[in-house]
């Protein structure tokens, strides 16, 4: 009902796969965020993105790759993931004019 | 550059006790200040929010915060706690010209019985 959706909500991949992540609005907002979350770091910003077509990297961006082709859909790509990899992923959506954020229910994943 | 400083990175309080998660925020602008919860295994839910206007902010299930320009702070209370409150708990600062939010470690609140 929050109008965001994260697929898949769970993922075990094996190290060297390259693995996406999938965000889904139907919000119609303007930019999308990802982030990691895991122990002692809080949330991290890996990639966002402003417009179609328009990303840009956030703090902890290597190994990762984003694609934006359509206002709604925001990918996450883990080139070849690796076990410093496993972690719980967010996507968060948010309004222009607004500065709040609307986040989603998260990807665990796992890199074995 | 925003930061954002949650001083405690645990607080375990008892059942229907007082408790105050602490915040603060260095910047240079005019700041929005949030705090989302985290509930075990959900994403994180915007709990309240401070963007201009009257300094002490509500949420609806008893929590409120105030923003104090002076000190830096967006502290977040609640007289007294229920065990439905244990979650983690995030500070967020965002201002004018930043759309990004840049968000604090996180306080785990635990009520113990």
């Known amino acids: 009902d929050a109008g965001i959706t994260q697929s898949p909500r769970h993922k075990v991949t094996e190290t060297g796969t390259p693995v996406t992540l999938r965000c889904h609005q139907t919000e119609n907002h303007r930019y999308m965020y990802w982030y990691r979350q895991d122990p002692g770091h809080g949330l991290r910003l890996i990639h966002y993105?402003?417009?179609?077509?328009?990303?840009d990297k956030g703090e902890v961006s290597d190994g990762y790759s984003v694609s934006r082709s359509k206002t709604e859909d925001f990918l996450l790509t883990l080139e070849s993931a690796t076990s410093s990899q496993t972690s719980v992923y967010f996507c968060?959506?948010?309004?222009?004019?607004?500065?709040?954020?609307?986040f989603g229910s998260g990807t665990r994943l796992t890199v074995v | 550059a925003q930061s954002v400083t949650q001083l405690d990175s645990q607080v375990p309080v008892f059942e229907e006790a007082p408790v105050e998660l602490r915040c603060n925020y260095s910047?240079?602008?005019?700041?929005?200040l949030f705090w989302y919860v985290q509930y075990p295994n959900q994403g994180l839910q915007l709990l309240l929010k401070y963007l201009s206007g009257s300094t002490l902010v509500e949420s609806i299930n008893g929590f409120e915060a105030e923003f104090n320009k002076s000190q830096t702070s967006f502290h977040l209370r609640k007289p007294s706690v229920h065990i439905s409150d244990t979650a983690e708990y995030f500070c967020?600062?965002?201002?004018?010209?930043?759309?990004?939010?840049?968000f604090g470690q996180g306080t785990r609140l635990t009520i113990n019985p």
């Open positions: 968060a959506i948010q309004a222009s004019g607004d500065y709040g954020y609307t």
């Open positions: 910047s240079s602008v005019s700041v929005y």
């Open positions: 993105s402003y417009g179609v077509k328009d990303t």
């Open positions: 967020a600062v965002g201002s004018q010209g930043a759309q990004k939010l840049v």
